[in-house]
């Protein structure tokens, strides 16, 4: 072998372990950002939750207090006017 060849040789080595090492420092930092965003999303998910349980909560406290007068002075007081709800009327 050649010494031309032996330092070509050498250099595309060289290339090499620095791309890999290169390519383990990417692998570890998108894992740190996936657990990030996996951080994320469950927080995401809990305020969802946590809105689907208040609609749903609204949404009985307005079915007690139509035979609930305090239940209907609880939410007028709180800033919220619960429309009566049309009855169904039959269809002629």
Known sequence: MRRWQFLLL??????????????????????????????????????AL???????????MVAVAESD???RDLLKNNGYNPAPQATASPSP
């Not at 050498?10 to 290169?22: E, F, K, N, R």
């Not at 930092?29 to 994320?40: A, R």
């Not at 946590?50 to 009985?60: F, M």
């Open 10 to 47: 050498l250099v595309l080595g060289i290339v090499c372990i620095c791309l890999s090492v290169v390519a383990i420092l990417f692998a570890r930092q998108n894992q740190k950002l996936q657990s990030e965003i996996q951080l994320q999303q469950a927080t995401i998910n809990k305020g």
């Open 69 to 71: 007068e305090r239940m």
């Open 50 to 60: 946590s809105q689907q349980v208040g609609a749903n909560l609204l949404r009985e």
